[in-house]
């Protein structure tokens, strides 16, 4: 079964750079996209990106086009989301996702809860 | 990219439906048949309801359905039940390999 397990919760100062990863298993890996999500508390959800693991080529959102770099490594399945320049605001819960056979988002990751504090 | 835009509330009593709409644009919603819907509970991760505009993953029960007119997608909910209590979301393909997501409905069933 498809399986996403990411890595723990990071305390970060203002300024930092934080990065999570995601590893996948019960699949082929470079054979399904897979995005970043996250969601600050008591907010919505808000798409960041996504990483063609075949090839690494990445999409991010506008919101976060200066600031996050996906990459992956396919020796080991894992996917990873760096988010530089950290302010309070960044304070969330992030996901990897995994689509199911196109455009949508069926399996996701239990979660890393980055926060920001000084 | 701005949030689709979804109705901050709705609510049911069980057993009745409840609709809840998502706006977009043409360069979204109104522009592919790739709308989805997911479910997130308190401290959960969202569940796929509906794909592709219409589309039910296995396991999800046929009381959830999918629509879509011009720029609005809509995800009715029949039969509600006290598990349909939950935040929902829709999401949309934006082109170009970007997605958007709405700004999420909190139902509460009466």
């Known amino acids: 079964q498809v399986q996403l397990v990411q890595s723990g919760a990071e305390v970060k100062r203002p300024g930092a750079s934080v990065t999570v990863s995601c590893k996948a298993s019960?699949?082929?890996?470079?054979?399904?996209?897979m995005h970043w999500v996250r969601q600050a508390p008591g907010q919505g959800l808000e798409w960041m990106g996504i990483?063609?693991?075949?090839?690494?080529?990445?999409t991010y959102a506008q919101n976060f086009q200066d600031r996050v770099t996906m990459t992956r490594d396919t020796s080991t399945s894992t996917v990873y989301m760096e988010l530089s320049s950290l302010r309070s605001e960044d304070t969330a819960m992030y996901y990897c996702?995994?689509?199911?056979?196109?455009?949508?988002?069926?399996?996701w990751g239990q979660g890393t809860l980055v926060t920001v504090s000084s | 990219q701005s949030a689709l835009t979804q109705p901050p509330s709705a609510s049911g009593s069980p057993g009745q439906s409840v609709t809840i709409s998502c706006t977009g644009t043409?360069?979204?919603?109104?522009?592919?048949?790739?709308v989805s819907w997911y479910r997130q509970h308190p401290g959960k991760a969202p569940k796929l309801m509906i794909y592709?505009?219409?589309k039910r993953p296995s396991g999800v029960p046929d009381r959830f359905s999918g629509s879509k007119s011009g720029n609005t997608a809509s995800l009715t909910v029949s039969g509600l039940q006290a598990e349909d209590e939950a935040t929902y979301y829709c999401t949309s393909y934006a082109g170009s390999n970007h997605y958007v997501f709405g700004t999420g409905t909190e139902v509460t069933v009466l």
């Open positions: 043409s360069s979204d919603v109104g522009g592919y048949n790739y």
């Open positions: 996702a995994r689509d199911m056979s196109g455009y949508e988002i069926a399996y």
């Open positions: 019960g699949y082929t890996f470079i054979n399904y996209y």
């Open positions: 990483i063609n693991p075949s090839n690494g080529r990445s």
């Open positions: 592709d505009v219409t």
